[in-house]
């Protein structure tokens, strides 16, 4: 454990623990659901750090976060997922033109998440990994166990969905 | 000309080969239809890009692994059966109980602490039921409802028990059956409907040392804090502890199979602790009913390892005999009744797993991992092949 190419824990959380929370929550839509799942992850990563072997780190980590988020997935199956708040009137933000473009900035995050979430796990997965995350390609294919055409075609057509839904 | 719309958002991220992106770039200057796709594609792109990286909520605390508080050291590890009307503490106690006058924390290493913490946890098994109870044995007094549910054994295991904590003795009701088991010091007392006995039985000491123990991290449960623990064996976790940081009780359990999934979940729900003892409705005088016994363990057919779990204590029920498995974390009891249907083992026990062998009716009582309980029942004899007769008889009339 003292190669220095291995992370340790506490760096694993410091680095990473806010990019898996801003994974899960754009996969998921749901604050609760991505804080269980950096939890879940960090939880994972401290066992497998002792028997993590020097290589992709990055890659091995998705890998991690990515089984953590399916296996949730799948146990939440039959639960009903909670809807985004839709009332934005709630965010009691002073009219100026500053505000107004909080404000704007806010509706259009929300349009494009829920867009995000009316697509295919599959697409919304890769686009995620890809605009969210910053991974390359390959990083994804390596994450998610597909060839690289699977990655290129899932994000392309999620772009497209998207386009279409954010009109 | 052919359009490869495709080769378009891997342009934006710039994914393509050179080969690739000289088509695109020519096919582009002569596409109008291409070059509004790919508009469309950078805006939604640009969309979810620009999307607010929102900070790590400040109450996931990924910070250095803490040790707890360490209870104290004075603790039951019992399982029942209410076949027999009586219960049994099973052999680790021996091992625990002798460890068991020190009250205070222990200053050693981390790991070593935590261990030492982790050999004064009592498992009280109501074997009779299939629910059970890791506590501190703690000398906090609480109340709660425990909610059980094994998401993938065969039988599955949903129920809700009281617990009432009283210092040393542990009362854990079940409001359906009536069932009321007690636990206290190193006894435990058998329904207080039935005939109360109590059995000691001892064995040798299941391999505490096989796990390790590790203090991951903090989390807010049912608004109180607590310090997340997992016990694992050979670099798998096997159990996850939520322990509550004030009172050193445990109220959230997950059992791990090896994959990785949960497998079972017990959680304490309404938990109130108290600094006074709390007044838990027995029927009975405690001090006046319970007798105690000692069985050494009876020559017995069950194996002595089964899962990986130490056969601890075994004992004769009428007709049958019942084996205590244990490994420190997880306990479990096996049920051999000669003859009879299986619903003569399974009476009054909700047992995991029934089945009949060789003219024997057999369970398996206690939440396991679900790859656990597959390796229990491997090394049990294995099931008769159903007679379909039989079979077609009990479908019609029941």
């Known amino acids: 454990m003292n190669d220095p190419s291995i992370p340790t824990w506490e760096d694993v959380a410091r680095t990473h623990g806010r990019k898996i929370y801003n994974y899960a929550y754009r996969l998921t839509g749901n604050p609760h659901d991505a804080k269980d799942l950096v939890q879940e992850v960090l939880l994972r990563v401290r066992r497998g750090l002792d028997s993590y072997t020097p290589g992709s780190f990055d890659g091995w980590l998705w890998r991690i976060t990515r089984n953590a988020f399916l296996d949730d997935v799948r146990k939440r199956k039959r639960r009903p997922t909670s809807p985004l708040p839709d009332d934005l009137d709630r965010l009691s933000i002073a009219s100026s033109p500053a505000a ?50 699977t990655v290129r075609s899932r994000i392309h057509r999620g772009r497209k969905q998207l386009k279409d839904r954010l009109g | 000309m052919s359009h490869r719309p495709e080769l378009l958002s891997a342009m934006l991220d710039g994914e393509l080969s050179e080969s690739e992106a000289a088509w695109v770039a020519a096919h582009l200057d002569g596409c109008g239809q291409c070059r509004s796709e790919l508009d469309g594609l950078a805006s939604a792109r640009s969309a979810v890009r620009g999307l607010p990286m929102l900070d790590l909520p400040e109450d ?89 549910a094994c998401l993938d054994h065969d039988a599955l295991i949903d129920r809700t028990v009281d617990v009432t904590s009283m210092g040393s003795v542990t009362v854990m009701s079940d409001p359906l059956s009536q069932l009321t088991v007690l636990a206290y010091g190193s006894v435990a007392t058998g329904p207080v409907s039935g005939p109360i006995a ?127 498995y244990g490994d420190g974390v997880f306990t479990m009891a096996v049920v051999r009744v000669s003859g009879g249907h299986p619903d003569s083992v399974s009476a009054d026990r909700s047992p995991t797993h029934v089945w009949e062998s060789g003219g024997a009716s057999w369970a398996v009582v206690g939440a396991l991992p679900s790859d656990l309980l597959e390796a229990v029942l491997d090394g049990l004899p294995a099931p008769d092949d159903p007679n379909p007769f039989i079979e077609g008889w009990r479908i019609l009339f029941g």
């Open chain 1, 100 to 149: 107004d473009d909080v404000l704007a900035s806010i509706r259009l995050g929300e349009d494009v998440q829920k867009a995000l979430l009316d697509l295919p796990e599959d697409f919304r997965e890769a686009i995620v990994m890809c605009d969210i995350i910053g991974m390359s390609y390959e990083e994804i294919a390596h994450a998610i166990d597909a060839p690289i055409g």
């Open chain 2, 60 to 148: 996931v605390h990924p910070g250095e692994p803490r040790v707890t508080r360490l209870w104290p050291r004075r603790v039951a590890v019992a399982a029942m059966s209410a076949a027999a009307a009586a219960a049994v503490t099973i052999g680790a106690l021996g091992m625990i109980g002798m460890a068991s006058d020190s009250s205070t924390a222990v200053d050693v290493g981390e790991a070593e602490a935590i261990l030492a913490a982790t050999r004064s946890l009592g498992v009280i098994t109501d074997g009779s039921e299939a629910a059970e109870y890791v506590t501190s044995g703690a000398t906090a007094h609480f109340s709660a409802r425990q909610t059980m």
């Open chain 2, 198 to 324: 109590s059995v000691t039985v001892t064995g040798p000491a299941p391999e505490l040392d096989d796990y390790d123990v590790t203090a991951v991290m903090t989390e807010e449960r049912h608004d109180r804090a607590t310090e997340i623990v997992t016990l694992g064996k050979a670099g798998i976790d096997r159990a996850r502890l939520w322990i509550d940081v004030e009172t050193g009780v445990i109220v959230h359990r997950e059992l791990l199979a090896a994959d990785g999934s949960v497998s079972c979940v017990a959680d304490l729900v309404e938990f109130e602790p108290s600094d006074t003892p709390i007044q838990a409705s027995i029927p009975f005088d405690l001090r006046a009913e319970v007798t105690e016994t000692t069985y050494d363990p009876v020559t017995t057919e069950f194996p002595s390892v089964l899962g990986g779990l130490e056969l601890v204590a075994a004992y004769p029920v009428e007709d049958g005999e019942v084996g205590v």
